[in-house]
């Protein structure tokens, strides 16, 4: 229980498409899960204008997957929840709204396209129901930009302070509810650097050979980054959930094929930047190893 609050501990994320709870939080919800902390997935989209990748389906399998697909990655979806040990998985119920420039960015059903005042109201809806003290979303920019990444932000950072505002949707007929934290999933990009020169020295394939990816600004400075969690314990779970979205992450994939001790020091921190609390500061200077500190 929230010695603050007086209800279960709660931790929400809230993620454009079906695969992005593994990258950023997979871990952080197999080790709070498993902790007994209540987990709750909030995933906006079900990824329908993406590529398939699984190499069990020839070219005509996937065209006939193609108009079925959001239905195909809501099942892999399920199968990575079970996986994480996902208390509560809620659907915001947009569409993937595809790239910059395509035209599935321009269809008025895409989240990027929504009416905001009706995304936001959704997601004050949940996290009204669900209770969470803990929330967390993606940086301004997304990771890498992409239109889903950016809403989920702007949704994200606007529900988070309208939950707690009685005067704001009074017709959801809910109780406000006040989030103790909000937290942005980040990557580190000192850690970035070091992998990234560690897998080519070994000859492994990834995206630090993509001639385009500048490694002096992907991710983000150590300075800005307020808090490290420990989750080796759990990059089985994190690797069962990738395993999940076949239709998103081949097989071939550089995290399945990475050797087993440099795949748990890789994938086993997750990064956050504080965004907001209303918790009194930490004073020691010293980077926090909980998401939940000063809640329990």
Same mark, same amino acid.
């Given at each position: 229980?929230?010695?603050?609050?007086?209800?279960?501990?709660?931790?929400?994320?809230?993620?454009?498409?079906?695969?992005?709870?593994?990258?950023?939080?997979? &871990? $952080?919800?197999?080790?709070?899960?498993?902790?007994?902390? *209540? !987990?709750?997935? /909030? $995933?906006? !989209?079900?990824?329908?204008? &993406?590529?398939?990748?699984?190499?069990?389906?020839?070219?005509?399998?996937?065209?006939?997957?193609?108009?079925?697909?959001?239905?195909?990655?809501?099942?892999?979806?399920?199968?990575?929840?079970?996986?994480?040990?996902?208390?509560?998985?809620?659907?915001?119920?947009?569409?993937?709204?595809?790239?910059?420039?395509?035209?599935?960015?321009?269809?008025? *059903?895409?989240?990027?396209?929504? !009416?905001?005042?009706?995304?936001?109201?959704?997601?004050?809806?949940?996290?009204?129901? /669900?209770?969470?003290?803990?929330?967390? !979303?993606?940086?301004?920019?997304?990771?890498?930009?992409?239109?889903?990444?950016?809403?989920?932000?702007?949704?994200? *950072?606007?529900a988070y302070d309208a939950a707690g505002?009685?005067?704001?949707?009074?017709?959801?007929?809910?109780?406000?509810?006040?989030?103790?934290?909000?937290?942005?999933?980040?990557?580190?990009?000192?850690?970035?650097?070091?992998?990234?020169?560690?897998?080519?020295?070994? &000859?492994?394939?990834?995206?630090?050979?993509n001639p385009e990816m500048d490694t002096?600004?992907?991710? /983000?400075?150590?300075d800005k980054i307020t808090t490290v969690?420990?989750?080796?314990?759990?990059?089985?779970?994190?690797?069962?959930?990738?395993?999940?979205?076949?239709?998103?992450?081949?097989?071939?994939?550089?995290?399945?094929?990475?050797?087993?001790?440099?795949?748990?020091?890789?994938?086993?921190?997750?990064?956050?930047?504080?965004?907001?609390?209303?918790?009194?500061?930490?004073?020691?200077?010293?980077?926090?190893?909980?998401?939940?500190?000063?809640?329990?």
């Amino acid at each position: 229980m929230s010695s603050l609050q007086n209800e279960p501990l709660t931790f929400m994320a809230v993620h454009a498409h079906p695969d992005d709870e593994v990258f950023g939080t997979g &871990g $952080t919800f197999a080790r709070l899960s498993a902790e007994g902390v *209540r !987990t709750v997935l /909030v $995933t906006s !989209t079900l990824g329908e204008n &993406g590529e398939i990748v699984d190499p069990a389906l020839d070219e005509a399998a996937k065209q006939g997957m193609f108009p079925r697909l959001g239905e195909v990655r809501e099942q892999e979806l399920a199968g990575s929840v079970a996986a994480l040990g996902v208390s509560d998985l809620r659907l915001l119920g947009f569409r993937d709204s595809g790239m910059v420039g395509t035209p599935e960015n321009d269809d008025p *059903r895409s989240y990027y396209r929504a !009416t905001f005042d009706e995304a936001v109201k959704r997601l004050v809806k949940i996290i009204r129901e /669900v209770k969470p003290q803990v929330v967390v !979303t993606y940086e301004p920019f997304g990771g890498y930009g992409h239109p889903d990444h950016v809403q989920a932000h702007r949704v994200t *950072r606007v529900a988070y302070d309208a939950a707690g505002d009685a005067r704001m949707y009074p017709d959801l007929g809910l109780e406000a509810w006040e989030p103790s934290k909000l937290y942005y999933t980040v990557i580190s990009r000192s850690f970035f650097q070091r992998a990234a020169a560690e897998m080519r020295a070994r &000859g492994i394939d990834g995206p630090w050979n993509n001639p385009e990816m500048d490694t002096d600004v992907w991710g /983000v400075s150590d300075d800005k980054i307020t808090t490290v969690f420990d989750v080796r314990d759990y990059v089985p779970q994190k690797m069962a959930a990738f395993a999940a979205h076949k239709t998103q992450i081949a097989p071939n994939n550089f995290m399945f094929i990475l050797p087993e001790e440099t795949r748990r020091e890789g994938l086993g921190y997750e990064y956050f930047m504080l965004a907001h609390s209303n918790l009194p500061a930490a004073t020691s200077g010293e980077k926090e190893q909980d998401l939940f500190a000063g809640l329990r």
